[in-house]
């Protein structure tokens, strides 16, 4: 039941099913969410909405007791320890709070997960048909997955890329959906702009469907004459998509052109450079760092790190800024590379030892004094409290050498600092 309420009855535990009003006021690009998070409710307080459509059947009405959780939230473990149990085996409750939140993101992502196959199965299946998937629902799957980028990047991008080998034709374009929105979040594009990136992640492979089953499913390396048919894909989706008024020009770019290469080599064009619009030069890298993470029928998935390695190795392929900005908005960086931190240092990217840690850096020159200072083993997050990488960064601008680089990695003091 959809029920009007004003902006101060709204609380944790309601379902929000749309803000009144211009959406230009409220603080969310998407509607239709479950209010579980704190932050959540004091922007929706500190916006400049005045009404907002609750829908009761999924969450909290204006009445009811706050006791009563609707389905969709799953309330805080509590256990009491018998006289028994050693102390010592007993989790604090600030680690018992941190990993209830970790698995209630998880639980939450998969579900996004789950309905988003849904829907591009259904989409997938009438392109199948030569048909035109339905726009609406195309908008719904958007809305979700912008919803969890907001509230938890980490734990969504991770579920995606647990995908087995029968999902990955419909998660990969979930994946590649999500990958846009990021990205497009880390180089600060506007929201319509966003809006019809995330449009062109979900529709991008589209043409796929119109290519043979045992084709795209083949275990071995395809053959001259199949991969002139697969190449095919990125026109045929274009073909089906581009007399659709739904769709915007920005998507038909992306379908069209995510695999154009930098040098000029890709297809079905052979762009290159400036040639290729932002779009289409960010569909790439999302494309393929996704399909290098997932299982595939004819390989392993690849670990973040290897396949971002490999990507930056790959000259020509890639937009290498913009390839780095993809590196930041994911988290990951390539085992060796140099970069400048916030904190007016430069480093070298170490290997961390684990799939889902935090990038670790090297700190071994400071930026502001020209002088190399005691390295630091420094650990980069998201808050403020922690450092954080700024740009890669040519050694040699600084008069560092592969040789000084070397050095301090076997734990020798730099060629140059000996010398001086």
């Known amino acids: 039941m959809y029920k009007s309420i004003l902006r101060d009855q709204v609380r944790i535990g309601m379902f ?30 500190q916006s400049g909405i005045e009404r907002l459509i609750i829908d009761t059947s999924k969450g909290l009405d204006v009445d009811e007791p706050a006791s009563l959780k609707p389905s969709g939230i799953i309330a805080p473990v509590t256990t009491t320890p018998s006289r028994s149990t050693n102390s010592a085996t007993v989790k604090p409750a600030r680690a018992i709070r941190q990993d209830d939140g970790r698995e209630r993101a998880r639980i939450e992502a998969s ?50 890329r647990l995908k087995s080998k029968d999902e990955y034709t419909y998660l990969h374009s979930v994946a590649v959906c999500a990958l846009m929105i990021n990205l497009g979040r880390q180089i600060k594009l506007d929201e319509a702009t966003i809006a019809d990136l995330s449009t062109a992640g979900l529709l991008h492979d589209i043409g796929k469907m119109l290519v043979p089953d045992a084709l795209l499913n083949k275990a071995g390396r395809l053959t001259d004459a199949e991969f002139s048919l697969m190449r095919t894909h990125a026109e045929r989706g274009f073909e089906l998509l581009k007399d659709i008024d739904a769709v915007p020009e920005l998507a038909l770019d992306v379908c069209r052109h995510h695999h154009e290469k930098i040098d000029g080599s890709g297809y079905p064009e052979n762009l290159s450079g400036s040639e290729i619009s932002l779009a289409a030069r960010m569909g790439a890298i999302c494309d393929v760092y996704d399909a290098l993470t997932s299982n595939r029928a004819y390989k392993e998935a690849w670990t973040p790190v290897e396949a971002i390695t490999r990507m930056q190795s790959w000259d020509g392929h890639f937009d290498p800024a913009l390839l780095f900005s993809f590196m930041q908005s994911i988290d990951t960086y390539p085992v060796g590379l140099i970069v400048q931190l916030r904190s007016n240092r430069i480093g070298v990217v170490l290997d961390n030892g684990r799939r889902a840690s935090r990038p670790k850096v090297l700190a071994f020159y400071s930026t502001r004094e020209e002088a190399w200072i005691d390295n630091e083993i420094v650990m980069i997050g998201e808050t403020l409290s922690r450092d954080a990488i700024l740009a890669n960064v040519d050694p040699a601008d600084w008069g560092i050498s592969q040789s000084d680089i070397d050095a301090i990695l076997n734990g020798r003091a730099p060629n140059r600092q000996l010398a001086g």
Do not use: Y
């Not at 929000?16 to 409710?41: C, N, Q, T």
């Not at 299946?125 to 035109?132: F, Y």
């Not at 998937?133 to 809305?143: P, S, Y």
């Open 16 to 45: 929000i099913h749309r803000f009144e009003g211009s959406w230009f006021k409220h603080p969310f690009w998407r509607g239709r969410f479950l209010l579980v998070d704190a932050d959540d409710m004091t922007a929706i307080a």
């Open 111 to 160: 579900r996004v997960a789950d309905r988003s196959k849904k829907v591009m199965r259904e989409i997938f299946d009438a392109a199948r048909l030569g048909k035109a998937g339905q726009c609406a629902a195309v908008t719904a799957v958007v809305a979700d997955l912008t919803t969890m980028i907001e509230k938890n990047r980490q734990a969504f991008l991770k579920v995606l």
